[in-house]
């Protein structure tokens, strides 16, 4: 087993962000998948797991050790349920649940990132989240390279988390099965094309970016005073939020740039990279986000996006 070498980060993530990675490699089994993790043991080697790196901020300085690409992409359907393997992307989950009449993953048109991203972060849009009609998620430990299976409940997902973020990297999610409804094709062709439309329309995609870079802020944690405020623009997601992109449009910040990296006008919970933009311009930015949202709400946002 050969692993590649010096390999730039920006052309392998979605923001067009990061450093090179000392050595990289793509397993198309689970078998590579294990030789590979024995391999990076052997030369005590860090192991960074990534998919299509579209909720990530990767390093300007790369990552010294082993970035581990998990090209699973099994996918079949036996009745209700649906088996897909994780690195299959959240747009060949959507189109095959529609191609075969069943319901349950309409919300996460347009979509992007992998099967395994998504479970990992459990990912949701529009009330919906991947928890919703997830039986059970089969997971390989790093340490150990042993294979686990674990039902929905043990998976302990929660709002953008899970046992497997929680973890920080301990476990590869190698697959899951979907239990979905069977119901009419044109119904959910139809809801899923205005989930996609929705996204190109609100969504900056002519830059590169990582979606979200802040969670939706829950209204338990808004101080009284500022919930009157903002009482307007409450929406369920899947529990009552205050959008952050409001938070953020509210406090002045549409536009701003730290180098290349910018505030969305478009969208201002997204951050583009709109010409070279560094690792570290996107930090700076977040934290003056942060910093001035605080100031002026008394509000923290927790980032979505995962820094490296």
Not at 112 to 132: C, L, M
Not at 205 to 230: A, H, T
Not at 242 to 248: G, K, M, Q, T
């Amino acid at each position: 087993m050969r692993f590649d070498k010096n390999i730039s980060l920006a052309r392998r993530v979605a923001f067009k962000i990061g450093g090179r990675a000392r050595y990289f490699f793509e397993a198309k089994n689970v078998a590579e998948l294990k030789a590979a993790i024995d391999k990076a043991g052997e030369e005590k080697l860090p192991v960074l797991v990534i998919g299509e790196g579209t909720n990530m901020l990767m390093g300007d300085k790369g990552f010294n050790g082993l970035v581990l690409k998990p090209n699973l992409t099994g996918l079949k359907a036996d009745g209700e349920q649906i088996y897909a393997e994780a690195g299959v992307s959240m747009r060949e989950l959507v189109a095959f649940a529609a191609k075969h009449s069943l319901s349950g993953l309409e919300w996460a048109g347009g979509l992007p990132g992998t099967v395994g991203g998504a479970i990992r972060g459990n990912a949701g849009a529009f009330g919906g989240e991947i928890k919703d009609s997830v039986v059970r998620v089969v997971s390989l430990n790093i340490r150990t390279t042993r294979t686990l299976e674990r039902f929905n409940r043990a998976c302990r997902f929660k709002y953008r988390s899970s046992i497997f973020k929680e973890k920080q990297g301990e476990e590869i999610v190698i697959a899951a099965v979907f239990d979905l409804k069977k119901a009419n094709q044109q119904r959910i062709r139809a809801a899923t094309e205005e989930r996609i439309i929705y996204r190109k329309e609100r969504h900056p995609l002519e830059y590169p970016n990582v979606g979200s870079i802040f969670q939706n802020v829950d209204v338990k944690k808004v101080p009284v005073k500022i919930l009157k405020l903002v009482a307007h623009v409450i929406k369920q997601d899947p529990f009552p939020v205050v959008p952050a992109a409001y938070l953020i449009s509210e406090a002045g910040l549409k536009g701003v740039r730290v180098g290349d990296a910018q505030v969305s006008l478009k969208h201002p919970n997204f951050i583009v990279n709109v010409g070279k933009a560094k690792a570290e311009d996107v930090k700076k930015l977040i934290s003056r986000v942060k910093q001035v949202v605080k100031k002026k709400f008394g509000i923290t946002l927790e980032p979505e996006v995962q820094i490296f």
